[in-house]
């Protein structure tokens, strides 16, 4: 019988042993989950505001396209000049200019 009660016992405590084991794994996995929940919220925030940038950005682009346009359509200022006068390439002020004719049509 004794070899029995040992066996009941080593058996209990192997048992113990585990689920102490089983309850830091579980916990390093809650650990885990949470900083990867943390990780991706940031992410999505992030990727809002960054949508968020791009259509300010976007809406600052069509309001200086529309002050090219008035330049060059009502004042009838050459890009050159232009250039000159906002320290921006010839290109850039066509592409805004473009762009704002585009955003009205």
Same mark, same amino acid.
């Given at each position: 019988?004794?070899?029995?009660?040992?066996?009941?016992?080593?058996?209990?405590?192997?048992?113990?042993?585990?689920?102490?084991?089983?309850?830091?794994?579980?916990?390093?996995?809650?650990?885990?989950? /949470?900083? %990867?929940?943390?990780? $991706?919220? @940031?992410? #999505?925030?992030?990727?809002?505001?960054?949508?968020? !940038? =791009?259509? +300010?950005?976007?809406?600052? /682009?069509? %309001?200086?396209?529309? $002050?090219? @346009?008035? #330049?060059?359509?009502?004042?009838?200022?050459?890009? !050159? =000049?232009? +250039?000159?006068?906002?320290?921006?390439? %010839?290109?850039?002020?066509?592409?805004?200019?473009?762009?704002?004719?585009?955003?009205?049509?």
């Amino acid at each position: 019988m004794p070899a029995t009660s040992t066996k009941v016992r080593a058996r209990e405590d192997a048992r113990k042993a585990l689920l102490q084991r089983k309850e830091e794994l579980d916990a390093e996995k809650r650990r885990r989950d /949470e900083r %990867e929940t943390e990780l $991706a919220t @940031d992410f #999505l925030l992030g990727s809002q505001d960054r949508d968020t !940038a =791009r259509a +300010a950005e976007h809406a600052a /682009e069509v %309001e200086m396209g529309r $002050a090219v @346009d008035a #330049l060059v359509s009502d004042l009838r200022l050459q890009y !050159a =000049r232009l +250039a000159d006068l906002l320290g921006q390439p %010839e290109s850039e002020l066509k592409r805004l200019r473009q762009l704002a004719l585009e955003a009205t049509s």
